[in-house]
Antibody, heavy 124, light 107 residues
Framework: QLQLQESDSGLVKPSQTLSLTCTVSGDSISSAGFSWSWIRQPPGKGLEWIGYIYHSGDSYYNPSLKNRVTISIDMSKNQFSLKVTSVTAADTAVYYC????????????????WGQGSLVTVSS | DIQMTQSPSSVSAAVGDRVTLTCRASQVISTWLAWYQQKPGQAPKLIIYAASTLQTGVPSRFSGSGSGTDFTLTISSLQPEDFATYYCQQASASPYTFGQGTKVEIK
């Protein structure tokens, strides 16, 4: 059974870089047709898609995060990672990693399954 | 960006009730729509994709319909484990966006 687990980032100071890793177990992260995504949810609020990375390494991001986000993949460790630079209090959220299954010959762009989430608080 | 609007924002219902939730997209998305269930303290769970396809393992009392801009999620007979917040998400165009959620509460 596929499982995803986010690392703990905890408390990050304003203007610093948030870093999270998602460890995938139960399947290979290099499985053809699948992509890997990050989504976040501020406390008590809705969901925001951050971006995703194909198994090929190509990545796509939400323009709302401008140029602050990088998603990378490490096939050897079966992990993918998120970095968000220059964080502010608005980046405080639970960060989820998730798999993006294919839908026919397309990338589906829906998310299943999800990790349990990692709360990141931005505060001095 | 495509805006997703869910209604109502919350609904109170009793066990056994039929509940219908609505999601509207700000532009045509064909059937590129997913529904998620989220319980407090848990990650969202995919329950419907491609507007009407039930995810494996999800009870058949859940159903989805719609295409274009208007979509519905129906729970035919509400069970105690169904009390949660439900989100729709458009998968048609980046950035992929979610509705604000509908909370299904116990009456």
């Amino acid at each position: 059974q596929l499982q995803l687990q986010e690392s703990d980032s905890g408390l990050v100071k304003p203007s610093q870089t948030l870093s999270l890793t998602c460890t995938v177990s139960g399947d290979s992260i290099s499985s053809a047709g699948f992509s890997w995504s990050w989504i976040r949810q501020p406390p008590g609020k809705g969901l925001e898609w951050i971006g995703y990375i194909y198994h090929s390494g190509d990545s796509y991001y939400n323009p709302s995060l401008k140029n602050r986000v990088t998603i990378s993949i490490d096939m050897s460790k079966n992990q993918f990672s998120l970095k968000v630079t220059s964080v502010t209090a608005a980046d405080t959220a639970v960060y989820y990693c998730a798999r993006v299954p294919p839908y026919g010959k397309y990338v589906s762009s829906w998310f299943d399954p999800w990790g349990q989430g990692s709360l990141v608080t931005v505060s001095s | 960006d495509i805006q997703m609007t869910q209604s109502p924002s919350s609904v109170s219902a009793a066990v056994g009730d039929r509940v219908t939730l609505t999601c509207r997209a700000s532009q045509v998305i064909s059937t590129w729509l997913a529904w998620y269930q989220q319980k407090p303290g848990q990650a969202p769970k995919l329950i419907i994709y491609a507007a009407s396809t039930l995810q494996t393992g999800v009870p058949s009392r859940f159903s989805g319909s719609g295409s274009g801009t208007d979509f519905t999620l129906t729970i035919s007979s509400l069970q105690p484990e169904d009390f949660a917040t439900y989100y729709c998400q458009q998968a048609s165009a980046s950035p992929y966006t979610f509705g604000q959620g509908t909370k299904v509460e116990i009456k």
